[in-house]
C-alpha cells in the first residue's frame, strides 16, 4: 500500500516553515525523503531508520514515529530554493534489497 | 563522478511496439533499481537487480521486464506497448547493497509517449 502524504500542496513565502506528512498502513523499517524540481531527477534528502538513526545531506530535518508509522519533514525557514516535490518512500520490515514504496508527493512552491 | 546516465531521455512508439530502455549506473554502484512516474500513480517500483539478478519486482504486468549486465548496466523491456505505459521511467542505482534500502541516485529518466 502506497503511503500517504499530506498536504498535496502547499505555499510559502520565504522564510516561512511547513510541515508534510507521510502515513503508512504497514509496519516500516525506514522512511526516505527525497525531492523532484521539476524536469529533474529526485534527490535524496534523508532516510530515518526504525530505531532512531537517521541520514541525511542537507538542513532538512525530520521525524518517524515508529508506533504511528509517520514521518514528517520540516522545512525550516524555507528557501526559494526548496520549492519542488517532495516525496516520501517507505519500506517495510520484511524487505530486503533497494525498494521504495512511494506516497503522492506534495508540491511545495516557496515564493520571495 | 558522472551521474546515473539513462538512455534514450525522450521517445515515441506506438500501441503493440516494444521498447528499450537503458541505464548506466554511477561507477561502483551495483544496485540498479526501475521505477514508473506518471501524473496519476506517482512513483512505482518496477524491479531492483543486483549481480546481474533480479532481487525484488513491483505489481507490473509481465510486459515489464529487465536485465542486469556484468557491467550493473542495466536495460528494461516493454513489450506489446499500451497507452498506459506513456511515462517518465526512472532508473536509480545504488552502493549500498546488503540488508534494506540505501540512498537511491535517480537519473533525469526515459520520457516514454505511446500514441
Known amino acids: 500500500q502506497q503511503p500517504v502524504q499530506s498536504p498535496q500542496a502547499v505555499i510559502l513565502r520565504e522564510g516561512e516553515d511547513a510541515v508534510i506528512n507521510c502515513s503508512s498502513s504497514?509496519?516500516?523499517?525506514?522512511v526516505h525523503w527525497y525531492r523532484q524540481k521539476h524536469g529533474e531527477a529526485p534527490v535524496f534528502l534523508m532516510i530515518?531508520?526504525?530505531?532512531?538513526e537517521q541520514k541525511g545531506h542537507e538542513k532538512i530535518s525530520a521525524s518517524f514515529n515508529e508506533k504511528k508509522q509517520q514521518s514528517s519533514l520540516y522545512l525550516t525557514a524555507s528557501q526559494l530554493s526548496y520549492s519542488g516535490t517532495y516525496f516520501c518512500g517507505t519500506e517495510s520490515l520484511e524487505a530486503a534489497g533497494n525498494k521504495l514504496t512511494f506516497g503522492g508527493g506534495t508540491r511545495v512552491l516557496v515564493k520571495p | 563522478k558522472a551521474g546515473v546516465t539513462q538512455t534514450p531521455r525522450y521517445l515515441i512508439k506506438t500501441r503493440g511496439q516494444q521498447v528499450t530502455l537503458s541505464c548506466s549506473p554511477i561507477?561502483?554502484?551495483?544496485?540498479v533499481s526501475w521505477y514508473q512516474q506518471t501524473p496519476g500513480q506517482g512513483l512505482q517500483f518496477l524491479f531492483e537487480y543486483f549481480s546481474e539478478t533480479q532481487r525484488n519486482k513491483g505489481n507490473f504486468p509481465g510486459r515489464f521486464s529487465g536485465r542486469q549486465f556484468s557491467n550493473s548496466r542495466s536495460e528494461m523491456n516493454v513489450s506489446t506497448l499500451e497507452l498506459g505505459d506513456s511515462a517518465l521511467y526512472l532508473c536509480?542505482?545504488?552502493?549500498?547493497?546488503?540488508?534494506?534500502?540505501?540512498?537511491?541516485?535517480f537519473g533525469e529518466g526515459s520520457r516514454l509517449t505511446v500514441l
Open positions: 504497514k509496519a516500516l523499517y525506514s
Open positions: 536509480a542505482s545504488s552502493l549500498k547493497v546488503t540488508a534494506n534500502t540505501g540512498e537511491l541516485f
Open positions: 561507477s561502483g554502484h551495483r544496485s
Open positions: 530515518l531508520l526504525k530505531g532512531g
